[in-house]
């Protein structure tokens, strides 16, 4: 299978390589920022875009410049947020390759040339963001805003890769089944959106616990959240009943090999969210389960708006009845 994929990687022009690649450095950064709640490493850097003062930081409290308490330094948290810092810059001079490598689509193509400039604003609004959050120590609204964005930056840059690549896409639906799964994709992907939106408030508050003069125990966290967090798991269901739902459809309705696979990576990766959920609230908050979590809910997201493009275009295309 991984031959399959790299075969198929290197039948890409240039534009499709780097967009692509760009989209995967991209849940990439989720994944390390997942990494940087999980160890509490998000003021590792107090400073920005400096860290203590240096564009490399250091790595022993001696070499410290004046001015900055030690008590501050933690060489692997400050390490932590520095690389996702650097990951972040890599990431943005993809995203500027991207654009620039989709001039070409101007004529023939021009929503991949919008697309690609759309993740370019993005991205540098995203950046004096993550140097807001800095500022202003963590700000819980600030942190969803942040993340909120990085999903949309991922989302933008698919849809460029899709836009440029759909013409190799041959995909034929009976018109009912391609209205069932489009309107069950949609709906499952506005309620996954609501699902992590209700996720980041319950981030939020345990935020707020993190952060009070005497904080309660690891273990005591989401007991103390209250009705937001019972809402979240509660809608957890909704999420699971309408992934069922797209699953029936793509494996059942339409017998093509590309649905069947996206559609089972969807419901396989909603029992997954469901499961380290359910061991986030029952385990005390086990940082390995947060970054999974978090970088869960990335891909979910990612493969849920694959399929609705991927169905919408199979909709351009005569019915084959």
Known sequence: MALVVVQNYMKLNRYQKVALTTVGATIFLIFIGGLVRASGAGLGCPDWPRCFGMWIPPTAVSDLPAGFDATQFNVLKTWT??????????????????????????????????????????????????????????????????????????????????????????????????????????????????????????????????????????????????????????????VLLSGTLLFYVARRRTGKPLLNKLGSWIFGLILLQIATGAGLYYLGIPPVYQVIHLVGVAILIALEFILVLVVNRAGEQPDTG
């Open 81 to 238: 947020e520095y690389i996702n810092r650097l990951i972040g810059v890599i990431i943005g001079l993809l995203i500027v390759a991207t654009f620039v490598l989709s001039i070409p689509y101007r004529k023939k193509e021009p929503s991949v040339v919008y697309s690609s400039g759309a993740a370019l604003v993005l991205v540098l609004i995203q950046g004096w963001l993550g140097g807001q959050v800095v500022i202003t120590g963590l700000s819980e609204w600030l942190i969803t805003l942040h993340m909120l964005l990085a999903m949309i930056i991922m989302m933008t840059l698919i849809y460029a890769v899709f836009k440029a690549s759909e013409q190799q896409l041959e995909l034929r639906i009976p018109p009912k089944t391609r209205r069932w799964l489009l309107g069950s994709g949609l709906l499952l992907l506005v309620i996954t959106f609501v699902q992590l939106s209700i996720g980041t408030q319950v981030r939020e508050a345990i935020d707020l616990l993190k952060n009070m003069d005497r904080p309660p125990a690891r273990n005591l966290w989401i007991s103390k959240v209250g009705p937001v967090d019972e809402l979240h798991r509660s809608f957890s269901w909704a």
